[in-house]
């Protein structure tokens, strides 16, 4: 059982490591005219084409209303197109658009450059027992629903 000191330390690393990866993530995003929950939806959408405004909201963790005004936001600088759902009227259908891909291939390639050096510095098993481990800590603490398969940058 490892110490509770080194338990404390690992989670002031993780906090201090998290502030940072967020504090670039988001210096990229506006960049780019974008917020961070607009790149997380843009990254949502495209890894799910054909979603409906409920699944990123539940995604996001977001009201149905909060969702609907970020898709609106999306919608008017053209980065993604919403139908109507030919399952269910009341439901809308999320694309996003050539231009909204290439913002968003823009978005990655930034932290892609921003983080190299971790991908430079860690083989692959490294970065396997790193993302295992993340998972294991994430399920402890109660949050392995915001774990997804996508990577967010």
């Given at each position: 059982m490892p110490a509770d000191s080194d338990i404390l330390a690992?989670?002031?690393?993780?906090?201090?490591?998290?502030?940072?990866?967020?504090?670039?993530?988001?210096a990229h995003a506006a960049s780019l005219g974008l917020t961070s929950s607009q790149a997380d939806a843009?990254?949502?959408?495209?890894?799910?084409?054909?979603?409906?405004?409920?699944?990123?909201?539940?995604?996001?963790?977001?009201?149905?209303?909060?969702?609907?005004?970020?898709?609106?936001?999306?919608?008017e600088r053209g980065l993604i197109e919403?139908?109507?759902?030919?399952k269910d009227a009341r439901a809308r259908v999320l694309e996003i658009t050539p231009r909204g891909i290439l913002l968003h291939d823009r978005f990655l390639a930034m932290g892609a450059e921003s983080f190299g050096n971790i991908r430079?510095?860690?083989?692959?098993?490294?970065?396997r027992d790193l993302k295992d481990t993340?998972?294991?800590?994430?399920?402890?603490?109660?949050?392995?629903?915001?774990?997804?398969?996508?990577?967010?940058?």
């Open positions: 690992v989670a002031r690393m993780l906090r201090i490591a998290g502030r940072e990866v967020t504090r670039r993530r988001d843009l990254t949502f959408i495209r890894e799910h084409p054909g979603c409906m405004i409920a699944d990123l909201g539940a995604y996001s963790g977001s009201s149905h209303q909060a969702a609907r005004t970020l898709v609106e936001r999306l919608r919403v139908s109507v759902s030919d430079e510095s860690f083989d692959e098993g490294e970065v993340l998972e294991k800590l994430m399920a402890l603490l109660g949050l392995e629903k915001t774990v997804r398969s996508v990577f967010l940058w």
